[in-house]
DNA sequence: AAAATGAAGTGATGTAGATCACTTCCGGTA
DNA sequence: TACCGGAAGTGATCTACATCACTTCATTTT
């Protein structure tokens, strides 16, 4: 549970009305109550390979990437976190199994964290959160599509463009050679688009 | 609403069972009154683009293809569908918009539809049905996830083996360049794997 | 039954992007 | 202030895969 730094903890409010409707203070609590915080130092993991999965993340501030190694130990970034988004490994944390991945912050982070016994209990107590996991999902899954059309059907260069154009902030924090594995493109090939 | 054919259509029963619990004729029957039955012959278009798209489907018989058309005339598979399985352009459907691809029967097809409105009565009505679309779309979710990590890090032949593992039968009934433009790979660089 | 159409295999050639090797440019730290 | 390791740029070369052109075979159409 979480102690009352209610400045600090506004944003998940507005950001789980903006995908539902509003709500007051006091409905807010609850839901906050079923939250922990946690505080990590750059090169620090949430999540490593083998680990039994217990948590959902939610940045509060700094950044992430989650990846998978290859068999020859070459990196292969899933995701990026930042201020505002959801990230774990969701294959084990839904399945409640291994991680397969890991999950590494590349600034100091504090995050929130939902077991996902609290969020299933949660579901249930308020239609609400139901309603909101559910959008989530959703739009999750649209956006998924949308990345593997991209990697079917651009060149590493579009694709490059397609990432400045959605996440123009992640430029400003994120190595290069990391957005490179983020799009499946040697650092070398970005390095020389335009 | 459905007429009677009762032996056809207990697949769905099934296969909603199988993602949440048992249930009883009784409790089936109103479920299966939210959705129609459609026939479609081989090379009709259940969506093309610009349509609204009303409906999500779910296949009793056949098979489907679902693909986007790029500046350049080339098709790029997104989704096939068999028996037993959903499709729709999900973008447009949720989003109750335009599509922005082509669904096209490959096969003669029997299809149960559904609207959006009634997907969603559906799910107020029964708290069974909330529970299957969540797991539908969680599950969607990480089916996806490993196709991006599949085209990250595999080269054409693993990604066709992998194919040939996780659906030996759409091997049986697709067309070999279909799959080729599913795996985004050129038909002849499959025809040359192995 | 003949003709048209489309699936699939295959050779020759072109090219986007990978890999390797080296250099430069920082930002941290000792 | 010098040192070190990581980020990034760049040349040379290699290679997986695309593209084009042609052939064969099977299925559909007339």
């Not at 209610?6 to 203070?25: C, D, G, R, S, V």
């Not at 609850?30 to 999540?47: A, E, N, S, Y």
């Not at 929130?112 to 969020?119: A, D, F, G, K, P």
């Amino acid at each position: 549970m979480v102690s009352n730094q209610a400045q600090l903890l506004l944003p998940l409010k507005k950001h789980i009305e903006e995908a539902t409707f509003p709500m007051t203070n006091e409905e807010f609590e609850p839901i906050l109550g079923h939250f922990d915080v946690i505080r990590r130092k750059k090169h620090q993991f949430v999540v490593q390979e083998h680990d039994q999965v217990r948590n959902e993340f939610w940045v509060l501030k700094g950044c992430l990437k989650a990846y998978f190694v290859d068999g020859s130990g070459k990196e292969h970034i899933i995701q990026f976190a930042q201020e505002e988004w959801w990230i774990t490994d969701y294959e084990a944390f839904l399945k409640q199994s291994q991680a397969s991945i890991f999950i590494e912050c590349i600034e100091d982070c504090e995050l929130l964290t939902i077991s996902l016994e609290n969020r299933e209990k949660l579901c249930q107590e308020q239609h609400r959160m139901a309603l909101f996991w559910a959008n989530k999902t959703k739009f999750g899954f649209l956006a998924l599509q949308k990345r593997i059309l991209s990697l079917l059907k651009n060149n590493a260069k579009e694709r490059y463009e397609e990432f400045l154009r959605l996440y123009p902030s992640l430029l400003q924090r994120v190595p290069k050679k990391m957005i490179a594995s983020f799009l499946g493109v040697s650092r070398e090939t970005l390095s020389r688009l335009e």
